[in-house]
């Protein structure tokens, strides 16, 4: 416990908003929210702002699906309290 009894705050900063990213974001949130609450900051970093679903590229060349459809920006694939930042990967 930090000063005045208030936990100290836990950042953890996911590297890459694809699937893999973007679902071990919203997982933590939900772990972390009910624990920990406020004192939790998930931050998603990526170079771009397009989440493909993937499946539904099996659509794409059928007509059955358009482009439009299975791209959405990636901030709305993610909890409304996890940061994203748009920016490139410089090092680790």
Do not use: C, S
């Not at 208030?6 to 997982?27: E, P, S, Y």
């Not at 939900?30 to 099996?58: A, F, S």
């Amino acid at each position: 416990m930090g000063a005045k009894g208030r936990l100290a705050m836990t950042r953890i900063v996911i590297l890459g908003g694809g699937t893999g990213g973007t679902l071990t974001a919203n997982r933590l949130h939900r772990h972390y929210k009910h624990q920990h609450g406020d004192q939790v900051e998930i931050t998603v970093v990526d170079q771009d702002d397009h989440h493909i679903y993937q499946p539904g590229l099996l659509f794409v060349p059928f007509g059955l699906a358009h482009h439009q459809e299975i791209v959405r920006p990636r901030k709305a694939q993610l909890h409304k309290d996890i940061k994203f930042v748009l920016q490139p990967i410089e090092r680790v």
